[in-house]
């Protein structure tokens, strides 16, 4: 697919190397035209053809360097490729997956999987190709010099290509447990890189070096398995490999000694079934590093897709005999509750009686639930509702800009773009930062205070237009006297539906809401 999608440049590999091969056979004609020369003891034809050779080496060389070139760009652009079809996987993939342990899986995917597939994909491609190609060459030379040095020259070539059938399955199970081995090493890594300021205060140093030793021995003895086995299957190759050449030699002395071909061919026939020999061992060694590839593209064969709801309520949101369980706990037990259209709605209660995911299974994140969620009295599909907002205690801010984090790409003007600061409190913030709405935030907003992560992530929602917004504590990192103003601006906006999940609603705030659920 990736190769066919930039055949240009694919082919223009592919012809080099076949021309650079092509070249590699013809000097060995020089070289055999030098040998017989020198045979001769004719000086003039001698020099004559060592020239000849030294010219065909630089073109083979300079044949060499295009080919390099135009084999890297070709491989950045199959890669690039490859990691569009993965964001798009990703970004249509269910959304639950970013929750849990899959993120630590993508990251892996994303940097040292793609190096994987480079090298044992798209290079080992390329390397068929041009093996292929030194084969073809090789063989007619052969034909031309002799026909029985072709006929042993094909023997080798059946014997070469079938032998990497023995080990299909062996050399395909050896590249699907590093994958996972090291997906599995990337999430232990993660989370002890994450998690290592936890540990210092904690004076835990035992538990960390323990903890990063086994994670280590994940990644290396999946890594070092790999390796070995794939040294002894190439070393399995190389000894049927050097069998076939020393043969050959004794072929040619042979058919040199019975006069079938001139004394000056032994110095390049000898290196044409050398080509023929070695390029069918690389091509052999090719394809079992094409067949340890395989599982690195399996994550493309699943269906899994989000599904979108298009529809939303005019007058009236519903959550009807409403449960859910996870991991064999009961979370949710026949819950009933009603939002009106621009209603204001909380939800209070103690940590663990199933807040949040309330608003989950509103916003359509969670669609394992007994129940049903109606719109406008008509039961809804069980899929993510895009027309809703939904903000966390969690905020997460990309490495960019506090303006490019509100707007996420969106084309909005100056005047949106204020109103939105404005709303969330954020207005004087940006005021006192240096580079003013233009400053960088850091990796996930390491810049900034947790109450300015949130006012961003308000803002974010509000500049979107989207009047139905789900708050998950969304608030709790503002001083109180922050998060008031907060809720009062967006509690008095006739145009938005707000159901809040707090621990800590304001007194002042109280009043506005139609209704408060406490479970």
């Given at each position: ?46 020099l004559k053809w060592i020239t000849i050779s030294f010219a065909g080496w630089l073109v ?460």
């Open positions: 697919k990736y190769l066919y999608k930039k055949k240009t440049k694919t082919l223009v590999v592919f012809l080099l190397q076949i021309l650079m091969w092509g070249m590699q056979v013809i000097v060995q004609f020089f070289a055999i035209k030098t040998f017989d020369g020198a045979i001769k003891l004719d000086l003039q034809v001698f083979y060389f300079l044949i060499c360097m295009l080919e390099s070139y135009f084999r890297a760009r070709a491989i950045k652009s199959m890669n690039t490729d490859l990691r569009d079809d993965f964001y798009k996987k990703i970004y249509w993939g269910d959304i639950r997956n970013f929750e849990g342990e899959k993120r630590s899986e993508y990251i892996s995917y994303i940097t040292k999987n793609i190096d994987e597939i480079s090298d044992l994909a798209w290079q080992s491609v390329f390397n068929l190709v041009g093996r292929a190609a030194q084969i073809i060459w090789s063989l007619a030379a052969l034909l031309y010099l002799d026909f029985y040095l072709f006929l042993f020259a094909i023997f080798s070539s059946l014997l070469m290509w079938f032998m990497p059938k023995i080990f299909e399955k062996r050399i395909e199970k050896i590249g699907e447990e590093n994958l996972q081995a090291q997906a599995e090493a990337m999430k232990k890594f993660k989370d002890l890189i994450f998690g290592v300021h936890i540990l210092k205060i904690l004076s835990a140093d035992k538990w960390y070096f323990k903890k990063g030793r086994e994670t280590s021995q994940i990644s290396e003895e999946a890594r070092c398995r790999k390796s070995y086995m794939t040294e002894i299957l190439e070393c399995a190759m190389g000894i049927v490999s050097v069998s076939m050449q020393i043969l050959a030699e004794v072929l040619v002395v042979i058919l040199a000694l019975y006069g079938r071909i001139g004394v000056a061919v032994l110095a390049g026939a000898a290196n044409l079934i050398g080509g023929v020999t070695n390029g069918l061992s690389n091509l052999a060694n090719a394809k079992m590093l094409i067949m340890q590839s395989k599982p690195y593209f399996n994550i493309f064969e699943s269906s899994e897709t989000e599904k979108i709801c298009r529809e939303t309520f005019n007058e009236s949101l519903a959550l009807k005999n409403i449960s859910y369980a996870y991991d064999d706990r009961e979370i949710l037990k026949n819950l009933n509750m009603d939002f009106k259209k621009n209603g204001k709605y909380a939800i209070v209660g103690k940590s663990g009686r199933g807040k949040s995911t309330i608003l989950k299974i509103i916003m359509g994140i969670i669609k394992d639930y007994d129940g049903d969620v109606l719109y406008d009295g008509i039961i809804r599909q069980r899929a993510l509702d895009t027309n809703m907002s939904y903000i966390s205690q969690d905020v997460y801010l990309f490495n960019a800009t506090i303006k490019e984090n509100i707007c996420m790409g969106g084309d909005f003007s100056d005047k949106a773009i204020n109103e939105a600061i404005i709303k969330s409190s954020l207005y004087n913030d940006i005021k006192n930062f240096t580079d003013g709405i233009d400053t960088l935030v850091g990796e996930n907003g390491a810049n900034i205070s947790g109450g300015e992560k949130q006012r961003i992530a308000l803002a974010r929602s509000l500049i979107n237009g989207k009047e139905i917004i789900l708050i998950d504590e969304g608030t709790s990192s503002l001083d109180r006297e922050n998060r008031r103003l907060i809720e009062e601006n967006l509690l008095k906006d006739k145009n938005l539906t707000i159901i809040m999940v707090s621990h800590n609603l304001d007194e002042t705030s109280k009043k506005l809401f139609d209704k408060i659920y406490e479970i």
